[in-house]
């Protein structure tokens, strides 16, 4: 399955939350599902939940679903739990990284700087938003990333306020990992125990 590009508020509306990896516009009272009986109140069943928060892990963090899955059985494989270790690791990409520094709109975004060589890791220039940091990773913007509008507007006013697991230089625009992500500074409702029950039975 290839990375979703079509309408944000649309798969937003659908999901019920605003996800702000995928984009700024808040809900506001569209938070019904699109379309003609969006309005009308549904059951959902429990598969149906738990697809429900997968696909929020999915959209938010732009990833395809072969993604996701390779996340998963690494998180699987880990000593931590499944759950927490899964949004561990979707955290510590470098597109979200770039995405809660405040140097962009939304993940979407953060992924186009560095695909196009704008942020630089450590000094040196990557191109790859899938990269995992680690504590005490530094991350920069170039000169020329600066000048972008998107990012100039938002490191005038960050779309979220930066977590605690980094510290941001206003000197230097810099951002510095401080210590691994905490799942619960996900900044948006996930009920992952659902998500592992998604994955278990079908992988």
Partial sequence: MSRYTGPRMKVMRALGTELPGLGRKSLGERSYPPGQHGQRQRRKSDFGIKLMEKQKLRFNYGLTERQIQRL???????????????????????????????????????????????????????????????????????????????????LAEPALTRPEWLSFNE??????????????????????????EYYAVRL
């Fill in 72 to 154: 998963f059985h690494e998180a699987k494989a880990s000593k931590a739990p499944t759950g927490p270790k899964l949004l561990e690791l979707l955290e510590r990409r470098l597109d979200n990284f770039v995405f809660r520094a405040g140097f962009a709109p939304s993940i979407v975004a953060a992924r186009q700087l560095v695909s196009h060589r704008h942020v630089l890791l450590n000094g040196k220039a990557v191109n790859i938003p899938s990269i995992r940091i680690r504590p005490g990773d530094t991350i920069v913007l170039t000169a020329k990333g600066r000048t972008i509008p998107c990012a100039a507007e938002c």
């Fill in 171 to 196: 000197k230097d625009v810099s951002a510095t990992v401080t210590r691994l992500p905490d799942p619960s500074e996900v900044p948006f409702p996930i009920e992952v125990a659902s998500v592992v």
